[in-house]
């Protein structure tokens, strides 16, 4: 096996809940999911990168776990699991799973006993989580500090048994491991070990630069930096790079905010011990304002700056080239559809955004992920109603913002725009009723538009939207020397419009020209730019390049220069 393998890997994000149900209970399982792995290898891919799959009383959509050795029952079984991972490695294909590090639900039988002095076991597990003292102002027992937690409420919770409370910087059922402790470290470390001899290729590490806290608990608001990004988060991902990742040839993605140059190269730098790959993010939120007196962070909406999304791309690859490795992505789970985000989800640009986005992404270098659904343009979700939602941040951020004077449509309305649950509605894989997702009524709401937007109708137009991604994909696995290992260069990286740059590989360059907006623009290229480049591909139809090149609203063209 080629050690390199995972620098051209393509990779497809699942989440298990809403991929495909297998036995009919309205959630997705892995019995829907092996299913389907034909259809993913179609699409082009290599790696099916699996949400959290343990035991989970799922209050965050299975990143609260409950048991860690465990298939989450509504996932079907441990033999279920076994038989993707041996059904997926049987056509080429590997497997890697979330691993949730940074925190346990309240149901993990470690806080069940760290949270009652009567446990026999009660001083050990109490150990493994973080705890606090109350203080009292005016009498009155108040938190240990006003820290936010990353869902909206405040970061602790108080259990009386202990007079203490504990640190959850998710939701208020997801305790925070203490990473200081070293019995957590080699307990987490044989979860590695249990899922990895049952053929796992790797993992997507998950919150992976919260595990460290500022142990002073300085008070402050919201305080994230005591709890992100902290130096000894470093120390104990290097103790699993050395002890286990690299030893047992793993893929590892790590998932981290930010990172300044020195972190990301510590985190992905070639001769770092940490991961193989970072997600970061940014350039995710390239439509977010200043924080005003209802909405903040990412839910204050704003308009679009392409340069922002262009200019996180170009400083990514800048920072890593022949250093480390680069990785690109459009969204995941946890931000609002791409084509409605980035895009256009009108009638009438739905279909050329969605293409426009996928030929102005997978051109670049670096190994890829794309997320279930955005292969064939699955748009954010129009609910109604709160009811009508399921993540666990949403109820904390409604209750914000009405409090904050928002009325009921306006929260509504950031909650279609911006909120987790864009992403996690039913895959639609045909007209039939719930999209073919399963046979009764799903555990959310299939979006509206899954009559016209569905895999199988996608499937029939050749030039879909899917078959769009299937071309560029595929392509993109077979010239990976060129993609893959090329060298990005934006052009016109200021612009707001339009989206231009080269890939540079050793025997070949792509040109891609995008326009991001509703409107005819005109891209301008200096003569000695054009020279030997030949159409190859677009979203339209067959234009030669020029000097100035006229792009209809979300036309986006590759042309080639072969050396
Ligand atoms: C990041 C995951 O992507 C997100 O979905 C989850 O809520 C948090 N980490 C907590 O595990």
Redesign the pocket.
């Known amino acids: 096996m080629n050690k390199n393998w995972w620098k051209s890997a393509i990779i497809y994000q699942v989440t298990l809940s809403s991929f495909l149900d297998g036995n009919n209970d309205g959630i997705g399982d892995f019995i829907g999911l092996e299913k389907k792995i034909e259809y993913i290898k179609d699409l082009g891919a290599n790696v099916i990168w699996v949400s959290p799959h343990y035991s989970s009383p799922m209050d965050?959509?299975g990143?609260?776990v409950s048991d860690f050795y465990q298939v989450n029952k509504r996932y079907g079984t441990l033999e279920d699991f076994k038989s993707f991972v041996k059904a997926s490695h049987k056509i080429g294909i590997k497997v890697i799973t979330?691993l949730?590090l940074?925190?346990t639900s309240d149901e993990h039988l470690w806080f069940q006993k760290a949270s009652n002095p009567l446990d026999i076991d009660y001083q050990k597990y109490h150990d493994y989580y973080i705890w606090q003292k109350p203080k009292y102002k005016d009498g009155l027992r108040v938190r240990p500090t006003r820290w936010l937690s990353?869902?909206g409420g405040p970061t602790w919770d108080y259990v009386e048994a202990c007079d203490e409370y504990y640190l959850h910087i998710?939701s208020k059922k997801?305790p925070d491991l203490n990473w200081r402790n070293k019995e957590v470290r080699e307990e987490m470390k044989k979860v590695v070990n249990f899922w990895v001899d049952l053929g796992v290729d790797g993992f997507r590490v998950?919150?992976a630069n919260h595990l460290e806290k500022n142990w002073d608990f300085p008070d402050g608001y919201p305080g994230y930096e005591n709890f992100s990004s902290l130096p000894k988060h470093h120390d104990y991902i290097k103790e699993f790079g050395e002890e286990i990742f690299e030893p047992r040839e793993l893929l590892t993605i790590g998932?981290s905010g930010g990172a300044s140059k020195e972190e990301a190269l510590k985190y992905v730098g070639f001769d770092s011990k940490e991961f193989n790959l970072l997600i970061h993010f940014g350039h995710v939120w390239a439509d977010t304002g200043p924080d005003n007196k209802i909405f903040n962070g990412k839910w204050a909406k704003s308009n679009l700056r392409v340069q922002d999304i262009k200019k996180s791309f170009q400083h990514w690859y800048d920072m890593l080239v022949g250093k480390g490795w680069n990785l690109i992505y459009w969204h995941?789970?946890?931000h609002p559809r791409i084509v409605s985000h980035y895009g256009n989800d009108s009638l009438e640009f739905r279909e050329i955004s969605a293409k426009m986005l996928a030929i102005s992404l997978y051109f670049m270098p670096g190994t890829s992920i794309t997320y279930q659904g955005e292969e064939i343009g699955m748009t954010n979700l129009l609910y109604e109603d709160i009811n009508d939602f399921r993540d666990?941040?949403v109820f904390t951020e409604y209750k914000n913002f009405l409090e904050r004077g928002a009325t009921v449509e306006m929260a509504l309305q950031a909650l279609r725009d911006r909120s987790?649950d864009n992403a996690r509605s039913p895959m639609q894989w045909n007209a039939s009723a719930y999209a073919g997702f399963s046979k009764i009524e799903p555990f959310m709401k299939v979006n509206f538009n899954y009559l016209d937007i569905n895999v199988l109708k996608e499937s029939q137009n050749v030039s879909s939207v899917l078959n769009t991604y299937k071309f560029i994909l595929n392509l993109r696995k077979e010239d990976a020397k060129n993609i893959s290992y090329g060298a990005l260069e934006f052009l016109d990286i200021e612009n707001e419009e339009n989206f231009v740059y080269r890939t540079i590989g050793p025997d070949k360059e792509y040109l891609i020209l995008s326009n991001f907006t509703d409107k005819t623009i005109e891209v301008k290229l200096p003569v000695v730019a054009l020279s030997g480049y030949e159409y190859f591909y677009s979203n339209s139809s067959f234009k030669k390049l020029s000097t100035t090149n006229v792009l209809k609203p979300y036309e986006a063209y590759v042309y080639i220069k072969k050396y």
């Open positions: 965050d959509n990143y609260d979330d949730v940074n925190h990353w869902f998710f997801m998950d919150a998932e995941n789970h946890d666990v941040e987790r």
